[in-house]
């Protein structure tokens, strides 16, 4: 396994414009296979924005999985021979939606991932996801996806590493909130724990732009099996392409000391 | 519930030498009742020291639960009205020894919990608990104990905080490891994200002081139910006294928006 390039780039979606936000996304697609990447990772939702008042506001503006934004990022993948891995609102019947992730290889698998754990006022507009995050033997490596809030349930990542995944790439909205000066964003801190107790890379993409009255974290990161940043890891509230070429293979040595294994060590018949 | 005085009291005992031993973590208790402290954390394996060569050396030093340290622990949280929790090598049999943390309240009960997840050449030295953290209802609050490498296990932290601890007090002793510069050790990262995934605070004594060629991070910490330090989080290779006021009531409350809770959240049919 060669070291894998992966780009993060956090953009500001505009909510229920799927319009635009295709032309950004497939913007993004471009200037980061141009970069050498082999996975790019956008935020979540980049499809739909994110700040709806209710299910009628998402239903509008979602789409089935053969819809002209997963179209048009298979049709990249494709051509720039590139992982596509982000955020679209999902359209799962005439009155459900889902706040879904897509993966897309080069060669046309779709894999779709629904949030299972919802943030807030999600709770009111979408239907949770009843599948673990999947797991895709990729021609790079081993992918896992979630989505945000996901990453907040340590129990969640432990499935993905436990099936295996070398690297968990995590659509997000982060909603920005108070802190300690000088203090990392919280969220960024539970990035980097959850890398290094299942010792996996994780790329997780924010976006930028206020919506509603929201504004976000802006904290893109990607972090190695230690759980130290390679890239990003402040809140900067703009936009910002973050690239890191991440040796895979480290992700398959569970080995932390010479008596002890990340996943061997569990005792789960206690737990 | 009112704030919780604790304090952190990063030492460094001397291997096999209970006896210095004692008369250092005395001191220690003594100063922080003095100052206020109505918890008072010390590291792993305070009573002991902790680079054995083999069991042989571990048993030669260990105690049972009526050895003059915790005896001496006893008196000294009685006469001072201080719930002290500190790490010993526990004598189980003539063979056997538990890297073992005393939570001993002034009242005379006595909690003992015996690692369970052992890190490195504890393998070889020691056996492991089987029972899971404790959570004591002490006069100030539910206050669990678990031991260093038992926090990696983000399993362990769950359970303890699902079984309604405020506080978890945690001895460890942390080796020190090479790190990105700039970058808050690892092992406090860790800290922080199982605070904030349950809404806990959480006191972890680290050790200073050369033993037979292994250095600790010294990376004492306090952090609260957000996972932000409140005191200590960094490397600092001396003797350290943290203190900090804890309001565990705000750990009682485990909702972290209008529609989530950190426990209710939780999916366990999925995991």
Redesign the interface.
Known sequence: MNSVRVVCHQLAPRIGDAEYNRTLSAEAIRSAAALGAQVVVLPELTQSGYVFTDTQEALRVSEPLDGPTLTLWKTLANSLNIIVVAGFCERLTATQVANSAALIEPHGRLTVYRK?????????IFTPG?E?PPVVDTAVGRIAVMIC?DL?????V??AALAGADLLCAPVNWPDGP??AG??P?EI??V???A??NRLFIAACDRHGEERGVNWVGGSVIVDA????LAGAVSHQQEQRLVADLPLAHARDKFI????H?HQ????Q??
């Open positions: 299972a754990h919802l943030w807030d006022r999600e709770t009111l009843t673990p809030y907040e349930l340590p129990e969640w432990r499935l802190r300690p203090e990392r919280a801190v539970r980097q724990a959850n290094a107790v230690d759980g130290y940043p000391s010479a008596h002890n990340v060590d569990r005792r789960p206690l737990y």
